[in-house]
């Protein structure tokens, strides 16, 4: 392609370029030397399917790695790793001719139901930003484009199609909207993918506020804009807001209609274009396939990473298992592994682990084995419990292998609990009644209720879904030859009733309400200080880790401000283990309420026994500034804030305060008669204006009218002067306000 590809195409042939040409390709225009290039899914696995496959067959693609989804990923807090993980999917992908890998997803968990959390990292925008960015530098390092998705507010499956999120312009910035910025700023995705919903009526993909306003203009996106397969609506309107690509094909159908929209004076063919232009921009960068991945080497990769993601929630020094300790396996799921979603990200693994096929070959020897329960069927076998309370009481520990079946999780619908299926939970109950010590390792790509069984086990192992080689890991972490580091991306509350979202999911009548605004996940629980099952950023090692020499340097300020923090850890146990240094900020406020503390660094560091090291964080002005909904900016409110640095959020080790200025206040907007007493009082001049207008007869002895006095201000500041001048006692020619206003905005400078 040259540079004046553009020039030489007619009309119809850039409105095709906007469209697909079947459903994983983009549009080839022979004529000009323009080929297609192939989009797949992902995020956590190539799923090329062959020839142009089918976007339901999710079963029917070529054999990849199954690396582990964004719900493991999220728990491993460690962007170096992660971005290993993009590296192989970006070989993976060249491989298989594949030029852009739809993914990662960067959706905060609004509520533990939504079905496709196992897609999404995390219910804070921090974490899930920093580990989204990771992947897509990983992915991208290999000439392949990555797809951040889904833009903007797409937290549930319930209607997903139609939904509109309701939801403020403060909490999409501070909540929905972060993750996706820090991504497009970091780390240059090649595409970002439109949500399928709407945001406050408007469809995500029509969306010109979204796509163009923030999207480009402000954080400076300048790669193509792609929508989610089937979510465009109304074609010239996405072109109108700044999508560039409708996926998948639609046949040339809505190609004839843009083409009409231009020759009708309804679609400025400067936006055409400048679309167009972006896909000639995609493919000219697009690389074609070549080469091979050593998929052993990737399937160890897998291992290494899953090792990092299980969370250990519970210990009571049962673990880790010795390789002669008397050990039973009980649970279908130990050998029959859930280790993905269901939904569009299905991947065929080119090999497959289980939990007790690993733990028997570390162990080097045969572990008694009862299924338990059978998997999508929830009813109890009196035959399956009794033959695993015989196994389970014959054994010194028991490991109970325990979790979701695939179809009470997935993409296109939203669960409507969070609980254990009742015959997994019924088994629970027998194998604990026989006394050996139990072992719960749970697969799961969404939180699950655990404080009404936890009190059963002694220890208990979130494995959330690990990928093909899951099995291997968790083995790995029962018999110690992986000390866990994962920790919880997400609040595991006691029951689903505590989330903040309860209210208001999945909605009603085509709409969903934000009511909980910025108070999602932790932020929600923290600041109730409310009781939770295990706290987000919880996780335990099997060695522990001490706190100390916490120091905070601060320079610059506005948003210049810098803020240097470090301190010092240590390992202080028998055994090499990593530690996920956490810092959390609890600033100022005066005008909106805040959440108690908010992630706002974090670091996942390696240490040998009685080994310290000394990390450093910067923080800068967005770590401590709020988006004030009235001056529709970030502000920082004068005041102290506090540094907290722990290992969750619930458990913070040491603190230091600094001392905020504040931000520099924008002129506020003009005064006029429908502004309030308190608003004109407030204006340089406001005042002597008033006073001097509103004087009693000299007769009262009065030198201004009452409404002026403290206690009247109280309760009459938020009346709007016009309405004032009406009261008697008011003293205020109605006549004259619009004069007073102009002279008050004059002395203001405005």
Known sequence: MTDNALDRLTLAERAALTSGESLWRTQAIERAGIPSITLSDGPHGVR????DGDHLGVGHSTPATCFPPAVALGSSWDSD?????????????????????????VNIKRSPLCGRNFEYFSE?????????????????SQGVGAAVKHFAANNQETDRMRISAEVDERTLREIYLPAFQHVVTVAKPWMVMSAYNRVNGVYASEHPWLLTEVLRDEWGFRGVVVSDWGAVDDRVAALWAGLDLEMPTSGRASDASVVKAVEAGALDQELLDASAARVLALVARAQPGEGTFDAGAHHRLAREVAGQCAVLLKNDGVLPLGFQDSVAVVGELARTPRYQGAGSSHIVPTRLDDVLTEMRALAGRELEYAPGYRLGDASR??????????VAARATTTVVCLGLPAEDEGEGYDRTHLELPDNQRALLDVVAATGTRVVVVLSNGGVVRVADWDGAASAVLEGWLLGQAGGGAIADILYGEVNPSGRLAETIPLRLEDTASYLDFPGELGTVRYTEGVFVGYRYH??????????????????????SDLDVHTRGSGEELVVRVSVRITNLGDRAGQEVAQVYVAAPSHDVRRPARELRAF?????????????????????????????????IDPGTATIHVGASSRDLRVAATVVMEGSKQPVPAAITPDSSLADWLAAPGGLDVLQREMRPPAETGQSHSRFLTEPALRMAGSVPVRRLARFPGAYLDPERLDKLADEVNERAGW
């Open 48 to 51: 090329r399917q062959p020839d």
């Open 81 to 105: 790793l992660v971005r290993r993980v993009g590296e192989a999917l970006g070989r993976e992908s060249r491989a298989m001719d594949v030029q852009v890998l739809l993914g990662p997803g």
């Open 124 to 140: 804070d925008p921090r974490l899930s930003g920093v580990l989204g960015a990771a992947l897509v530098l990983g992915i991208q």
């Open 381 to 390: 076998s009196p035959e399956l419990e009794e033959e695993a309370r015989a």
């Open 526 to 547: 923290d600041a109730l200080d409310a009781p939770v099952s295990y706290p987000f950023g919880h996780g335990l090692s099997y060695t522990e880790f001490g706190y």
């Open 603 to 635: 670091r996942k560091v390696a240490l040998e026994p009685g080994v310290s090291t000394t990390v450093r964080f910067y923080l800068a002005f967005r770590d401590f500034a709020y988006f004030h909904p009235v001056r529709r900016r970030w502000t």
